[in-house]
């Protein structure tokens, strides 16, 4: 397990949060198609805090894309970087993703947020802010919508709907298992939309959430555990 100081420069105050956000956001990659579903690696990452100690902890697990067989994992555990504020919880968390995806023994590939990519109030969640920084192709699959609209995607599995901001589509809303409450899929970087649903479904063969996500927030909650008695 890594551990992980708050990086010196790192924003301290809203204001400069955001205009770190504003800064990265003209770096996103929207016009790449990604990688193949089912070729190469997928990796998970999540995070579990401890607020009253102050502690973030961070995991990265990589799977076969075509298997989901478990390749690699890692952990690291820091100090909470920044306070919560909605719209820019990345920073509270990128620091120790970063380190946890640094310990892995091998290349991640594409990188799946529990979260949000530009499906975000200023087109710039963690899974874009994620990618920018690291140049991986990201996309983010979140449980819940945001404040963003859609109408309910089909009853099958694979139905979706756009997930729109007036009519600007910033996600999908995915059905990943029959009559089940859809996830919320949106491109991270170097990633089109398709491919990203594409790569969710793969990852969804028993379960709602992907298993790259499933696996990330099981491995984060343990490491927190750890630390917690250590």
Known sequence: MTTVRVPAGWPATEEQALAVQDELRRRVVRDEPGPPPGTGYVTGVDV???DERDVVAAAAVVLDAASLDTVAEATAVGR???PYVPGLLAFREIPTVLAALDALPCPPGLVVCDGYG???PRRFGLASHLGVLTGLPTIGVA???FAFTHDEPGHPRGSSSPLLAGD???GRALRT???VKPVFVSVGHRVRLDTACAHVLRLTPSYRLPESTRRADALCRRALRET???
């Open 48 to 50: 579990a805090y401890d």
């Open 80 to 82: 909470i970087s920044f």
């Open 118 to 120: 530009l499906a975000h």
């Open 143 to 145: 449980k819940n919508p």
């Open 168 to 170: 600007e589509e910033v």
């Open 177 to 179: 298992r029959d009559g």
């Open 228 to 230: 917690a008695g250590a």
